[in-house]
């Protein structure tokens, strides 16, 4: 189909769908394959150009004093047929020449619009693309066509493979479907498909495939039953096809032979519009059908310019005669007669019907798809010359920036233009290329609606496009209708999602959207479902019980709140209180025997002494911090050797009288006055005050943070620092108490009513009873009980001190008075009994 133009844009079409190919005889020239099966939509794709042109030559914006013509040839659903048409639209004819005596030669054309299969534009593109003839195509999808150092001059108006299948993936991650079968036709087609498909869900992490299956051509039964039984007994319920109708028709037929229901199939662009499927006998399998189609556009005027076409009915070649011929009788339902139109199905046919007073789906046109995409590979190519011809002198893309001439128009020259072309197309779509000749992807997502009726309607119900960001899904759920009994999106993974405070591991020899759910480890969470690894928390945090969050570790030490702290703390006030006491005691009756004779002044200090024991066992209880740390075991130190030193010091002075009572002792007296007792206690505690000072500046004891006892506590702890500094500090503790028990024990059997040094032997066997308990016990005990078992030493031996040394003279002076007079304690004023 011609019309002639200042430049002639190229078609190939698929007005018939098969070709019949006479046989060969070597004998005789053969003859002319025939077209058959007349098809509708080809055809009604072939007037769209047509339309599409004759609306650009109406433009007085478009290509002003321009007119395009066209030249249209049918493929006859034939590559070797598409290609003779193809060479004939790329190189013209040298000459005009009558063919059949009524039409002209044409002249080669600077821009084609075709073809619908990806294999024939692969050949067309190899072929035209040594010429540089742009080829716009609107069904080839094959995403190999966007290699631009293969096919240099092709050029689409329709998504590719690649992004139908990334398409695909996000209608798939929208609904949480990660376990998914997946069926392929045994074409290149298919094939590549399934490799795309495979390797984009991997990366994507989308999903996985439960099985990939390829349909075959040969419709071989056994294979088919194979497949759809497998589809019946899998657990993934949703089920992709990247088929051809023709496959479809022998896969669904074994469908419904095994019954196989409760699948959500998800459609491919080349089966999503099937009319042939949306039957009500393959409703109950396939109602629900999600799919992506091609972008549905709006054409204003079309129809009213096919209503304008009346096929001529006296052509005098073969192939006019059959075209017209089989339009009128797909059209009308006519039967041709060669001698004239003839009565069929009870009506007259004569060739002047009104063809808008049938139903037919040539003038069906509610949902434009391919028809759009046809629309916009022609304006691409006509805005493309457009800016060609507004090209200024001087300022060309060409050599010596020169522009291209009207006259002299070279099919690379549009080439260049078409690159660049950027325009908006009536319905409000974008259009433009990008490096590899692919046009700005957009996918309608349409979903199958089973009517009450029994009819099938295919509703739009998003859309999902390509944008900077990537892959933009929009879908309104409301709308779609689900297959199922709870009118609910199904279910379709191989293991159940794992909640946060889980991890996924995958199932040995399974796909990795087969894993078990493995709890976190204590001190590791996962806050997000689906996790695969669990993190660790912080230091100072701990997991919670349910690992699905960290939470703050407890903290521990001797506290004042707690039990334990609680006893320690009333204990230490206790023994405060009865050293408080018994010094107030010891004040009153100052003036007594039983104070004066013991040497009241080392009492007194050694009551204070015993106070500040009971006091500092305060510093160990509480959060430890530095000056606690660092002020606890000083006090302790000190507080304990002037306890000590006052006992050794009174022990002494017991020896040096007792040896002064003898002839010739009375010398050793002047060596334990007053001054010289005062000033051994202090020399003694200056040395332990020394011993704590050098510690303290060398390696002094600091707060720590312990997490090697429990690893959901932090114990907070003193450490000692220097180990020899806390070992010395014990050591001269200890070295005191064992020569104030020894010199204790020589003078326990002096004559004397009331000897101080048998209290003074029983109260240091009591603290070197409780110190040599302590070692042991302070060093297996963690965190807090150390503290407790330290605090409870310094308790034990100040209360043994207190109780041994004190107790009996309180228990005279406050009850047994009678006995608190000097000649009592000379053992001259009353008779033993």
């Known amino acids: 189909m011609h019309k002639p133009g200042d430049v002639v844009l190229g078609g190939l079409f698929e007005v018939h769908y098969t070709s019949v190919f006479p046989e060969r005889t070597f004998t005789s020239e053969p003859q002319q394959p025939s077209c058959q099966g007349f098809d509708t939509l080809g055809y009604r794709l072939a007037m769209t150009m047509a339309f599409a042109i004759d609306e650009i030559n109406k433009n007085s914006h478009l290509l002003p004093n321009v007119t395009l013509g066209y030249s249209i040839y049918d493929n006859c659903g034939a590559l070797v047929i598409g290609l003779s048409g193809a060479f004939s639209l790329a190189s013209g004819r040298e000459e005009q020449f009558l063919l059949q005596e009524n039409c002209l030669g044409t002249p080669p054309v600077l821009g084609i619009v075709g073809d619908a299969y990806s294999t024939f534009s692969i050949a067309y593109s190899n072929m035209l693309g040594l010429y540089k003839t742009p080829i716009v195509s609107y069904f080839s999808t094959c995403s190999c066509l966007s290699d631009r150092q293969r096919f240099p001059s092709f050029f689409r108006t329709i998504p590719s493979d690649a992004f139908q299948v990334r398409a695909m993936i996000q209608i798939l991650k929208h609904f949480g479907w990660t376990w998914v079968g997946l069926l392929v036709s045994d074409d290149d087609y298919g094939l590549h498909v399934a490799r795309s498909f495979q390797s984009d869900l991997a990366q994507s992490g989308g999903g996985c495939l439960a099985y990939s299956e390829v349909l075959p051509w040969d419709s071989d039964p056994s ?114 007669d060669p001698a004239g139109w003839v009565e069929a199905e009870g ?42 011809l507004r090209c200024v002198p001087g300022r060309g893309p060409f050599s010596m920036h020169s522009c291209a001439s009207l006259q002299r128009l070279e099919p690379w020259q549009i080439l260049h233009y078409l690159q660049k072309v950027n325009f908006t197309t009536p319905f409000g779509d974008q259009v433009s290329f990008d490096e590899n000749g692919d046009a700005l992807p957009i996918y309608d997502i349409v979903n199958w609606l089973w009517l009450p009726d029994g009819r099938t309607k295919v509703q739009s119900v998003g859309e999902v496009r390509e944008s900077a960001k990537g892959e933009e899904l929009a879908i309104d759920e409301d709308k779609i209708f689900w297959n199922f009994q709870s009118k609910e999106p199904p279910q379709s993974v191989c293991s159940e999602s794992c909640p946060p405070g889980t991890r996924m591991a995958r199932k040995k020899g399974q796909p990795e959207c087969c894993f078990d759910c493995i709890p976190c480890s204590e001190g590791k969470i996962s806050n997000e479902t689906d996790s695969r690894e669990c993190t660790s928390c912080q230091e100072d945090f701990w997991s919670s019980p349910q690992r699905d969050h960290c939470v703050p570790k407890k903290t521990e030490f001797l506290s004042y709140q707690e039990p334990l702290g609680i006893c320690l703390t009333t204990t230490s006030l206790l023994g405060t209180f009865i050293c408080a006491v018994v010094l107030a005691i010891f004040t009153y009756h100052r003036s007594t025997p039983m104070v004066r004779a013991n040497n009241s002044e080392l009492s007194f200090l050694l009551l204070v002494s015993l106070k500040l024991c009971f006091l500092c066992s305060l510093l160990f209880i509480g959060r430890p911090r530095l000056w606690t740390c660092q002020l606890r075991h000083a006090a302790f130190g000190i507080s304990f050797v002037l306890s000590v030193s006052c006992i050794l010091v009174k022990t002494m002075v017991v020896l040096a009288v007792f040896k002064a009572s003898k002839p010739g002792g009375g010398a050793s007296l002047k060596w334990f006055g007053a001054v010289q007792q005062r000033g051994t206690v202090l020399a003694l505690t200056f040395i332990q005050a020394a011993i704590c000072t050098a510690w303290l500046v060398s390696a002094s004891p600091v707060p720590h943070k312990n997490t090697q006892y429990h690893n959901d506590k932090i114990v907070y702890e003193c450490v000692v620092g220097s180990k020899v500094g806390f070992a010395v500090l014990l050591g001269y503790i200890g070295l005191l108490a064992i020569v104030s028990f020894l010199l204790a024990f020589l003078a326990r059997n002096l004559p004397d009513n009331f000897n101080e040094a048998k209290l003074i032997t029983f109260s240091m066997l009591i603290f070197c009873a409780v110190w040599v308990a302590f070692v042991p016990a302070y060093v297996n005990s963690p965190g807090k009980y150390a503290d407790a078992v330290e605090v409870f030493a310094i308790l034990a031996s100040s209360f043994g001190l207190l109780v041994a040394l004190f107790g009996p003279k309180c228990y005279i002076i406050l009850l047994r008075p009678e006995r608190n007079t000097k000649k009592a304690i000379m053992g001259r004023g009353t008779t033993k009994s």
């Open 347 to 388: 009506a007259l046919c004569t060739g002047q019907e009104d063809i808008e007073s049938v139903e037919t789906k040539f003038l069906d046109l509610s949902i434009l798809r391919p028809e759009y995409n046809v629309f916009k590979a022609v304006y691409a190519l006509a805005y493309a010359l457009d800016d060609l």
């Open 223 to 336: 294979k088919l039953k194979r497949i759809v039984h497998l589809i019946k007994t899998s657990t993934a319920c949703v089920v992709m096809v990247f088929a051809h109708e023709i496959h479809m028709i022998e896969l669904l037929e074994e469908v419904v032979r095994q019954n196989v229901t409760g699948r959500q199939w998800i459609a491919s662009e080349a089966w999503t519009a099937a009319t042939v499927l949306q039957t009500p006998h393959l409703m109950p399998y396939l109602g629900g059908t999600l799919g992506i189609a091609i972008r549905r556009g709006e054409i204003p005027g079309l129809r009213d310019f096919l209503l304008r076409i009346r096929p001529d009915l006296h052509y005098n070649n073969s192939y006019g005669n059959s075209m017209v011929r089989q339009f009128w009788e797909y059209t009308f339902q006519c039967k041709f």
